[in-house]
């Protein structure tokens, strides 16, 4: 997908029996797909996967112990090191390079994104909107903050405000389909009635070449969830890592369909199976542990409405 992937926290992959359960107790008939017998569609997991850049975060540690540094060359360095550990979803590590980052070079409008998406998904809504305003600041052009922005303004119902952010976001690509889904799904929530149309319109200028596009197509009723599946497979090697990338994607946007259609139940197993493929860096994953932790809340709120009304 476009680079909407950021900082998540780690994860831990359950087992599949766990996730079958789940789906045969919370998925209807009607998606069943997602079970064969005594599995789930989930991407194959390599311990060696991060090697690279766990080799990497030991070389610039080393760097940065032992090695004569200007204030320019450190802040880099930890800019670069808080980049890796956001990559394998070590949200506090990160946080922390980054926050050195800013002692150093107070103006770097990068880290400042960065910091905005953990006020973000921390619920610090004022804290994250402030670092995305500073962002703007430092850097008028600093496309991918629109998104972050709009996010901003989603999750706390401003759906107005996040369309201008989420359209200009569009606007910057209309063959890239992660853009025109949010546009959609934000649509959705203030004029449902001119969303659909709204999409199929910008689904004529969809590029083949991002997986969104068949999600897209799927949110129009073009392709049925088993469709989709079947075409992930040939989309890209089911044994490389772009699967479990495009996997995540593909739960996390059927998630929030399920979601938008009051099936909250059904939305739930499918963030959890966005998480369980470890894609630490995606926007979706990291909005899916988000949407479950806002889920979980909710629970949380109903189960102390009752217990005080006995």
């Known amino acids: 997908m476009i680079p909407l992937k950021w900082l998540v926290q780690t994860g831990k992959f359950l087992p599949s029996f766990f996730f079958t359960f789940l789906l045969a107790s919370c998925v209807n008939n009607s998606s069943g797909v997602f079970v064969t017998k005594n599995k789930v569609i989930l991407a194959e997991q390599y311990p060696n996967v991060h090697f690279e850049q766990e080799v990497m975060i030991a070389r610039l540690s080393q760097m940065l112990i032992i090695g004569q540094l200007s204030k320019e060359e450190r802040a880099n360095l930890h800019f670069e090191r ?6 394998l979803g070590l949200w506090g590590l990160a946080r922390y390079d980054f926050t050195q980052t800013l002692a150093l070079q107070p103006k770097t409008a990068a880290v400042y994104n960065y910091l905005g998406l953990y006020s973000l998904l921390d619920e610090d809504y004022d804290s994250a909107l402030e670092a995305f305003n500073v962002v703007f600041e430092l850097d008028p052009n600093y496309e991918y903050t629109y998104l972050n922005r709009g996010l901003d303004f989603y999750y706390t119902a401003r ?8 359209l200009k976001f569009y ?3 209309t063959t890239d389909p992660y ?6 799904l934000n649509e959705l929530k203030f004029k449902p009635n001119e969303a659909k149309q709204n999409l199929m319109q910008r689904a004529k200028q969809l590029s083949t070449d991002y997986w969104g596009t068949f999600v897209v197509q799927h949110y129009l009723g073009n392709l049925s969830v088993q469709d989709l599946l079947d075409k992930a497979k040939n989309f890209v090697n089911p044994q490389s890592s772009q699967y479990a990338e495009i996997l995540t994607e593909t739960y996390f946007y059927l998630a929030k369909q399920k979601l938008n259609n009051g099936n909250v139940s059904e939305a739930e197993t499918l963030f959890k199976l966005a998480v369980a493929n470890q894609v630490y860096n995606f926007v979706e994953y990291r909005f899916a542990l988000f949407e479950l932790a806002k889920l979980k809340n909710m629970d949380t709120s109903e189960t102390d409405v009752v217990a005080q009304q006995k």
Do not use: E, I, T
């Open 82 to 87: 808080g980049v890796l550990y956001d990559s």
């Open 159 to 166: 759906y107005n405000l996040a369309q201008q952010d989420f």
């Open 171 to 173: 606007q910057s690509d």
């Open 179 to 184: 853009r025109a889904l949010w546009l959609y």
